[in-house]
T-cell receptor, first 115, second 115 residues
Framework: AQSVAQPEDQVNVAEGNPLTVKCTYS??????LFWYVQYPNRGLQFLLK??????LVKGSYGFEAEFNKSQTSFHLKKPSALVSDSALYFC?????????????FGGGTRLMVKP | ETGVTQTPRHLVMGMTNKKSLKCEQH?????MYWYKQSAKKPLELMFV???????ENNSVPSRFSPECPNSSHLFLHLHTLQPEDSALYLC??????????????FGPGTRLTVT
């Protein structure tokens, strides 16, 4: 079985500071990892994904994520946070040998960026 | 916009009512999904359709009945719901169910309140 953990319910950051939203995963086989963002009263929007290759993945809105196989982590990062980045962030994993495109989501982390 | 639309955006219904949620995707995708998002709980996958055939049903109560008349449309028929069914219902689509690298595209959701 595959699982995703987002250990922080909420992350608070001052505008202009770097941000990190943590994600760890557990799968058998090669992991395929995704980050989504959800703004209030909206559905989830795809940010970025790790499939293979470079461990540092760049995505939308200046976000990036680093895949670390030894630590089974895929933390989301941004060098300089904006107030408009405040939202709910979800990490998701899909294992290579899983039948069908079934994503397993973490519980979400609320990011609050204060001016 | 993600190319996935959902109607209605908000729905209030009594426990004896029958209503339907509608999802439409304009992306030419072959797979469609229903998710339930409740407060303080991870996203729950409810149903998966691939090329209009149901391929996954995650032990969802029979008071939820999906329908996929074609690859662009997905419905969720609701009857005799319970107050604990109140949640945000999200529809998503992806190019093909079996492609591990594909991200899913989400609609804005229907906020359902059962009174």
């Amino acid at each position: 079985a595959q699982s995703v953990a987002q250990p922080e319910d909420q992350v608070n950051v001052a505008e202009g500071n770097p941000l990190t939203v943590k994600c760890t995963y557990s799968v058998s086989g090669n992991p395929y990892l995704f980050w989504y963002v959800q703004y209030p009263n909206r559905g989830l929007q795809f940010l970025l994904k790790y499939i293979t290759g470079d461990n540092l993945v760049k995505g939308s809105y200046g976000f990036e994520a680093e895949f670390n196989k030894s630590q089974t982590s895929f933390h989301l990062k941004k060098p300089s946070a904006l107030v408009s980045d405040s939202a709910l962030y979800f990490c998701a994993v899909r294992a290579f040998n899983n039948a069908g495109n079934m994503l397993t989501f973490g519980g979400g982390t609320r990011l609050m960026v204060k001016p | 916009e993600t190319g996935v639309t959902q109607t209605p955006r908000h729905l209030v219904m009594g426990m004896t009512n029958k209503k339907s949620l509608k999802c439409e995707q304009h992306l030419g995708h072959n797979a469609m999904y229903w998710y339930k998002q409740s407060a303080k709980k991870p996203l729950e996958l409810m149903f998966v359709y691939s090329l209009e055939e149901r391929v996954e049903n995650n032990s969802v109560p029979s008071r939820f009945s999906p329908e996929c008349p074609n690859s662009s449309h997905l419905f969720l028929h609701l009857h005799t719901l319970q107050p604990e069914d109140s949640a945000l219902y999200l529809c998503a689509s992806s190019q093909d169910m079996d492609r591990v690298v594909d991200e899913q595209y989400f609609g804005p959701g229907t906020r359902l309140t059962v009174t």
